[in-house]
């Protein structure tokens, strides 16, 4: 049982549920609602119980029942708000949390600024965080979340000076030095690589903030040419990281060799209206210049950038009646080949439009969304499937040298990364070969090199009218939660292109598995 003491009152209702007793369900749950505070409470428990017990219907139901009105108690109303997001209701989330009361501590409007950035609601979140700091939390505790939303929000440099304050005082969480070596380009003059040291030194050897240190420190060493030391701290980071991974390489193969292989799904059985949002998913693997093709058509007066919501899966594991958000699992692939894809669809649309400002056109940049490629092309015939990708070794390389929050477990030892790429590609070219024409191959060589000729290829496959300044980067200002934000208010640039050869000899072992693949020569 998870639930704890203080609510022990609903355990008889979970283990009814679990056991699929539903008398004993309904006089259990008529005790425990009796017992328990306000309405709002009663209805979030029942919701939490549901998810665990696998009843996402009711959970999702009873959660946002749990909202009219919500849990009394602060504390209670933002486990709600996280709850909602589990249950991809981002909308009445973000309600919970701007609706906080102004007098609660500090601590609560932290963890409303938490959520808001989770649902990339960056001004509201930097409204959350100074109403912190009106109720007494400190610059020093306050000063990472800040920095998020500074880069987020394109401001770097106070991203980096929140950041070095934060660094200073030892408040740093696992992957915020990373995040701080990624908001410029270290220099002899301007690098903070002295203070990286003397934190890392202070870290027990495997521990977890050994992890953001040491890639904060390769990022610096690789800046200034320095890269046998470079390569060095790479590799402390990716032994610490992956030593904290339970990840199952020939499960993930099992799993994309099956996904490789199946059947085109049934189309949902009517077609969109006219007036239905056009979703356009930028997807493919992370670091492959997604975002570069994101920023252009968001620069589109008819297009709204929705970041990386994750709506699609959200929705496609709750219609499988399961928890959780992995992208790929055994559960999932049994049964997603079952789901009515117009219901799929229609349920996609009504949870992301809240997003759309009013646009008809969104852009979806989830990379991960590949895996579920079959699946969009029956529930939103509408949508526009762009690939964004990238040479084999350059491509592999910007996934090894970087940090990842919990995606991406593969990209820490070359050869896991290695042979998930090639299952990657086996993927893609399944999907082309069910669908052909309907997804737009776009290398980010090919951009760079042309990018006027580029971005008429992606507007022709959109349906898009030109617009002059597309290109343009450093106009778009929306915000940016990506690891490359930094790189996007540069403009376009080929300098991180061929990066990979300054290690060539040391990544001997991923460019073997990519040659045994037939990728590289």
């Not at 009219?68 to 989330?93: C, V």
């Not at 800046?223 to 030593?243: F, I, N, P, S, V």
């Not at 189309?267 to 493919?284: C, M, N, Q, Y």
């Amino acid at each position: 049982m998870t639930q704890d003491h203080q609510h022990a009152h609903w355990i008889p209702f979970e283990q009814a549920m679990r056991d699929g007793d539903g008398e004993a369900a309904e006089r259990a749950l008529a005790s425990a609602v009796q017992l328990e505070a306000d309405q709002g409470t009663a209805f979030y428990r029942i919701s939490t119980i549901a998810y665990r017990t696998g009843q996402m219907e009711m959970s999702v139901g009873s959660a946002l029942r749990a909202c009219e009105p919500p849990p009394a108690a602060p504390e209670t109303r933002l486990d709600l708000a996280m709850h909602l997001m589990l249950l991809g209701e981002g909308e009445a989330a973000r309600k919970l949390c701007l609706g906080l009361p102004d007098d609660v501590s500090g601590d609560l409007h932290l963890r409303a600024a938490r959520q808001l950035t989770s649902l990339e609601d960056f001004a509201s979140a930097e409204a959350a965080l100074a109403s912190a700091a009106r109720r007494g939390m400190s610059d020093g505790e306050l000063a990472r979340f800040r920095a998020r939303v500074h880069a987020a929000l394109g401001r770097l440099p106070e991203a980096e000076a929140e950041f070095c304050g934060a660094l200073r005082e030892r408040r740093m969480a696992e992957l915020d030095p990373a995040y701080l070596s990624r908001l410029g380009k270290a220099s002899p003059q301007h690098n903070h690589v002295d203070a990286l040291r003397e934190a890392l030194a202070e870290c027990e050897p495997g521990s977890p903030p050994v992890v953001g240190y040491a890639f904060a420190l390769f990022g610096e060493y690789h800046d200034l040419g320095e890269y046998a030391q470079a390569w060095e701290m790479l590799q402390t980071g990716c032994a610490a990281k992956r030593a904290a991974l339970r990840y199952d390489a020939e499960e993930d193969a099992v799993l994309m060799a099956r996904l490789a292989q199946s059947p085109a799904h049934p189309p949902a059985p009517s077609t969109p209206s006219p007036e239905e949002p056009v979703p356009i998913f930028v997807l493919g693997l992370p670091r492959a210049g997604s975002t570069l093709v994101e920023r252009i058509l968001g620069n589109h007066s008819q297009v709204e950038s929705t970041g990386e919501p994750r709506d699609f899966l959200v929705q496609l594991r709750l219609m499988c009646g399961l928890p959780g958000m992995e992208p790929l699992d055994r559960p999932l692939l049994d049964r997603m080949h079952g789901v009515d894809a117009g219901e799929l669809g229609h349920r996609y649309l009504s949870h992301i439009r809240w997003r759309l400002g009013g646009r008809r056109y969104f852009i979806d940049k989830t990379p991960l969304n590949y895996l579920y490629i079959g699946l969009i092309r029956a529930a939103l015939p509408q949508a526009k499937i762009i690939h964004a990708y990238r040479e084999p070794m350059d491509a592999c390389f910007s996934i090894y040298k970087f940090v990842f929050p919990w995606l991406y477990p593969f990209s820490y030892d070359q050869r896991e990364l290695g042979r998930y790429y090639l299952h990657y590609r086996q993927v893609m070219a399944h999907w082309h070969q069910l669908h052909p024409g309907a997804i737009l191959d776009v290398a980010h060589e090919t951009m760079l090199e042309d990018p006027e000729g580029q971005v008429r290829r992606i507007l022709d496959f959109c349906g898009l009218e030109d617009e002059p300044g597309l290109t343009e980067l450093r106009r778009n200002q929306a915000p940016a939660a990506t690891g490359s934000n930094a790189q996007i208010r540069d403009g376009m640039t080929t300098r991180y292109r061929g990066q990979w050869r300054r290690y060539e000899a040391q990544l001997a072992p991923l460019r073997g598995v990519l040659a045994a693949g037939g990728l590289v020569e």
